[in-house]
């Protein structure tokens, strides 16, 4: 059965922002435009002005898309229930290592692009900071008094901001094997084994 598009199809605007990623991620913001787009779908470009207004718009969808990949899974993790806050490190962690949580490619190059982009970067700005709110609370909800609550979470978060910034290549199990002991420096507490045990088992 032919499954290809008729002559008339013009994609759909998830399948414009995905070959606009792709053009992000590796070649940054400067790369993002609609005749390269065009180009890589096999498609006119009168086609994505069917969809998007002008560029500016594709670029506000790539915004939002991190925005909800990033900032809002960073949220709910730090929002989720959690018995103890080794327990609770261990899930942020999840983010680090799991690409369709967090997406550090994307976070790369968002944070590149807003250094010459004034306007992302106060939206960067402002995400840091609710990423940080969110990490604090997270402590304070485990009895961390307020100062040391603010300062562990933006430790953690700078940690991997860090690695994301300096580009760090980590063989995963070497990166799986400093889970522990970053667990242990973030929050003073060590994971007990059946934590260690759940953890490793969302991380075969």
């Known amino acids: 059965m032919d499954t290809k598009p008729d002559k008339g199809w013009r994609g759909t605007p998830e399948l414009w922002l995905d070959a606009a990623y792709d053009l992000l991620v590796e070649g940054g913001v400067e790369a993002v435009k609609v005749m390269p787009l065009a180009a890589r779908l096999g498609l006119s470009r009168t086609s994505f002005y069917w969809h998007f207004p002008d ?18 899974q960073l949220v709910a993790r730090a929002e989720a229930p959690s018995q103890t806050i080794a327990e609770a490190m261990l899930a942020i962690c999840d983010l680090w290592i799991t690409p369709a949580l967090f997406d550090s490619r994307l976070e790369f190059a968002i944070r590149t692009w807003a250094l010459t982009d004034p306007a ?85």
């Open 55 to 72: 560029r500016d718009a594709l670029l506000n969808g790539l915004i939002a898309r991190w925005e909800s990949r990033n900032t809002a």
């Open 120 to 204: 992302l970067a106060r939206t960067l700005a402002h995400s840091d900071e609710t990423r940080i709110a969110a990490l604090a609370r997270l402590f304070r909800r485990h009895a961390f008094p307020e100062r040391e609550a603010e300062t562990r979470a933006r430790a953690l978060y700078l940690t991997q901001v860090g690695y994301i910034s300096m580009r760090t290549e980590e063989p995963r199990p070497e990166r799986l094997a400093r889970i522990p002991d970053y667990v242990l420096i973030f929050c003073g507490q060590s994971p007990t084994a059946a934590e260690l045990s759940a953890f490793r088992a969302r991380h075969p």
